[in-house]
């Protein structure tokens, strides 16, 4: 994938889209008096030529994750920033005009990687830390012990597990010492996923649930693991449907319902589409905005 060009940032922080995002960014901050930030980039996509567009991009500390599977090119890495510091501050903000411009020009026809992926704060880079990021990125296979590889960085892949994560395997993430996960969604919106506690996931006998319940990998179930081999086809979909709608919650259990049937060979592909299509109409028709 080519680089893309640093006019190309300048003009998508020029969009009101750009700046109300940004604005909802610092709001974020501000409200939690966040002091840090650290930021998981994907170099599978441009390598390192990324931070070449970031201003420092030369000196910027980075550490590298440990390589989640074998078949991939390049590295997971973290880079982490000072937000009470005009060089942190600008960084963030190159970061987020990358992120936006990364998923407006992922459109129908034109799929586009991710390079920036999650954004977590007050999250200093630590070892503890990268384990945790590298332990996320694995999965058992069903009723097997073999692992295999979870992209759930991608923020395309993200959002489906936020739809399909069980409240045990959001547990297993809020253990990591992640309490809450930032990304950019299909709508271009910074997006905060919080990850309950254990008091909410069991409110009696927390502490005899917490030593039952499972460390990392993920286990996935047969359903879980149909819908995960789906992703490339609904991403396929909400490219289309995006330059339309506002991909809602409802749109995208919409589109996960009828990916579910193909996977269970009750449907092919086709049918799925004119399925989702019949059901974004009832939808708004029904006064509902998609």
């Given amino acids: 994938m080519l680089i893309p060009k640093v006019e190309f940032l300048d003009d998508i ?3 009101d889209a750009y700046q109300k995002q940004l604005n909802a960014l610092y709001l974020t901050v501000s409200d939690n008096q966040y002091q840090t930030l650290t930021v998981l ?3 599978n996509t441009y390598g390192t030529a990324v931070f070449d567009l ?3 991009g030369i000196d910027l ?3 590298r994750i440990k390589r989640i599977h074998h078949s991939f090119s390049d590295d997971l890495a973290l880079i982490e920033m000072s937000l009470d510091s005009s060089k942190g ?3 963030l903000e190159q970061l987020m005009a990358l992120a936006l411009y990364e998923n407006t020009y992922d459109i129908s026809g034109h799929p586009h990687p991710r390079s920036v992926c999650l954004w977590l704060f007050d999250q200093p880079i630590t070892e503890t830390l990268k384990h945790s990021v590298y332990l996320m990125g694995q999965a058992y296979g069903l009723d ?3 692992r295999r590889y979870l992209r759930y960085w991608d923020p395309r ?10 409240v045990e395997q959001k547990l297993q993430i809020y253990q990591l010492g992640l309490s809450q996960i930032h990304y950019v969604d299909w709508n271009n919106i910074f997006t905060e996923i919080t990850l309950p506690t254990p008091n909410e996931v069991y409110p009696s006998d927390t502490q005899l649930a917490l030593e039952q319940l499972r460390s990392l990998p993920f286990r996935f179930n047969q359903q879980q693991w149909q819908l995960l081999e789906q992703i490339e086809w609904m991403n396929m979909i909400v490219r289309q449907l995006k330059e339309q709608i506002i991909i809602t919650g409802q749109v995208y259990e919409v589109v996960i319902g009828q990916a579910l049937l193909i996977a269970k060979c009750q449907i092919n592909q086709l049918q799925a589409v004119n399925n989702i299509v019949k059901s974004l109409e009832r939808i708004k028709d029904k ?3 998609v």
């Fill in 54 to 56: 970031l201003d420092c």
């Fill in 13 to 15: 922080q020029a969009t």
């Fill in 61 to 63: 500390p980075v550490e």
């Fill in 287 to 289: 006064g509902v905005r």
């Fill in 157 to 166: 892949v993200l959002a489906l597990l936020t739809h399909i994560w069980v």
């Fill in 89 to 91: 501050q600008r960084l």
């Fill in 144 to 146: 097997t012990n073999k």
């Fill in 41 to 43: 980039i994907d170099l």
